[in-house]
């Protein structure tokens, strides 16, 4: 018992404390950084995604996969490590030159009353896999592990939409996954949230021209929050859904 209370008090505490103000490293690519004022020629036919636009320059973060391919032969485009990338608005994901990361976080996630009301103190969250490659479901793992310990704040993944508050979406959607992700909306009940979460659920990232999918899903039920990344970082999803939660961003 004490060699277990020593090394309890060894590992300190093993959770991200603040997870609003985490660090995290310097190389992670997240919010772009465009400069209008430079050569973009060598950025061009290079996006494997059709996320990056030359003219005006910008960057469509629903469609990007962050593989930095543009960063490395352009010095119009850099990244930053900001992680805080969701939006409740699909147009936003739209980054253009002189878009400050700063202004970006206050007005990206718009938060409802009745949402805060609803789901502030505890939201249950189904996922569904609609042709994932597994990336963003391995992060969203990670979301309720130790050190991320997403269900301090009240937010879990559950087993069943019946006793879900809402979807979280990832993959591209898949003609295969389309009708299971139908039945698992209709199966949640109301009120509840759809949220995509990565570049492939957003927009269909590198699979969006597939005659594979099957993106309907979309044009029948409204979307409440998008969450970029490939894969979406664990702190890019925690920090999405506190603020669409919660006021006090
Ligand atoms: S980092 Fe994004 S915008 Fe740049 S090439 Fe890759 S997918 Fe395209």
Redesign the pocket.
């Known amino acids: 018992m004490f060699d277990t209370l020593k090394t309890r008090i060894f590992q300190g505490k093993q959770y991200i404390k603040d997870i609003k103000n985490a660090s995290i490293s310097e190389s992670f690519?997240g919010f772009?950084v465009l400069h209008s004022n430079m050569d973009t020629s060598s950025?061009e036919g290079?996006?494997?995604?059709?996320?990056?636009n030359l003219n005006p320059l910008s960057?469509?973060m629903g469609?990007?996969?962050?593989?930095?391919?543009?960063?490395k032969v352009c010095k119009a485009?850099e990244?930053s490590n900001g992680y805080k990338l969701a939006s409740t608005d699909r147009e936003k994901l739209v980054v253009t030159a002189g878009t400050k990361y700063e202004d970006y976080i206050k007005s990206a996630v718009e938060t409802k009353k009745e949402i805060v009301k609803i789901f502030g103190r505890s939201l249950k969250l189904r996922q569904v896999s609609a042709g994932g490659c597994n990336g963003c479901e391995m992060e969203l793992n990670a979301c309720s592990n130790v050190n991320f310990d997403m269900g301090r704040f009240g937010i879990d993944f559950v087993a069943s939409p019946r006793h879900a508050d809402g979807i979280v979406i990832t993959g591209p959607i898949t003609k295969n996954m389309a009708y299971a992700l139908e039945d698992c909306y209709k199966s949640t009940p109301e009120p509840k949230i759809v949220v995509l979460c990565g570049?492939c659920a957003v927009s269909g990232g590198i699979f969006q021209a597939s005659a594979e999918l099957n993106r309907e899903f979309l044009d029948k039920y409204p979307v409440d929050l998008y969450i970029p990344g490939?894969p979406v970082h664990p702190l890019t999803f925690i920090n999405a859904i506190l603020s669409y939660i919660n006021d006090k961003k």
């Open positions: 690519r772009p950025c290079i996006c494997p995604t059709n996320a990056l960057i469509d469609k990007c996969t962050f593989c930095g391919a543009c960063a485009v990244f570049a490939c």
